[in-house]
């Protein structure tokens, strides 16, 4: 009864070398994030969409990219991976029927740069 | 300023004792404030929400403060399983939220 999922767990890719993070939902929830999350800080939103509206955060790097083909599935694109790029990404949704604010989360993928 | 700030801790209590968390945040248009808790290694989880009159959850209980911008966590008889990271969450504008670092806690036997 999975609710989130996000592929794969742990992801190692090379400096430089494009990258691409996946999440799905069984939810139907309209809205989708990712989020970036270092070791020992804050998530940090780098963009959401609501429903096919893309919203990017000012402050995220032209290298970050998203997709979202259809309700269930989102992407995140990582065009060339830099040292920095290494943290966990998660992947999160919520419902404008329920409170928006109430995000679920997926596991998580630990992304490695090499 | 940070938007959410935490105190990092670690704190470490022993089995049974009340600890408290504290949270401060910075745009006074907030209107959403939550509580998360992250397990290590793990994704966050919603613990609860925080009202303004404050509200209980079992052993755990939050506050607001709007006029001091100040939220806060009491968690009373302490369980092991309660050592996890306490994210401090609070709205930005709509559909986004401002997580703070976290409060590590450890129960210790």
């Known amino acids: 009864d999975a609710m989130v999922i996000q592929n794969p767990r742990y992801q190692v890719t090379q400096f430089g070398k494009p990258v691409t993070l996946s999440c799905s939902q069984t939810?139907?929830?309209?809205?989708m994030y990712w989020y970036q999350q270092k070791s020992s800080q804050a998530p940090k939103l780098l963009f959401h969409y609501y429903d096919k509206d893309f919203n990017n955060e000012a402050d995220t790097p032209d290298n970050f990219q998203s997709r979202r083909p259809n309700t269930s599935f989102c992407f995140l694109d990582i065009r060339s991976p830099g040292l920095g790029d290494a943290a966990m990404y998660l992947c999160?949704?919520?419902?404008?029927?329920?409170?928006?604010?109430?995000?679920?989360f997926g596991p998580g993928t630990r992304l490695l740069v090499l | 300023r940070k938007e959410v700030e935490q105190d990092p801790g670690p704190f470490n209590v022993p089995e049974g004792a009340t600890v408290a968390f504290n949270c401060t945040y910075s745009n006074s248009a907030s209107q959403s404030f939550f509580w998360y808790r992250q397990d290590c290694r793990k994704e966050p989880k919603l613990l609860m929400s925080?009202?303004?009159s404050g509200n209980e959850d079992g052993r755990f209980t939050a506050q607001l403060n709007r006029a001091s911008q100040y939220i806060s966590l009491l968690i009373r008889d302490s369980k092991l399983s309660d050592s996890a990271t306490y994210l401090c969450v609070v709205n930005r504008v709509r559909y986004a939220l401002n997580f703070g670092k976290g409060t590590s806690l450890l129960v210790t036997p």
């Open positions: 999160a949704t919520s419902s404008r029927g329920e409170s928006w604010e109430t995000q679920y």
């Open positions: 939810l139907n929830h309209n809205v």
């Open positions: 925080v009202y303004s």
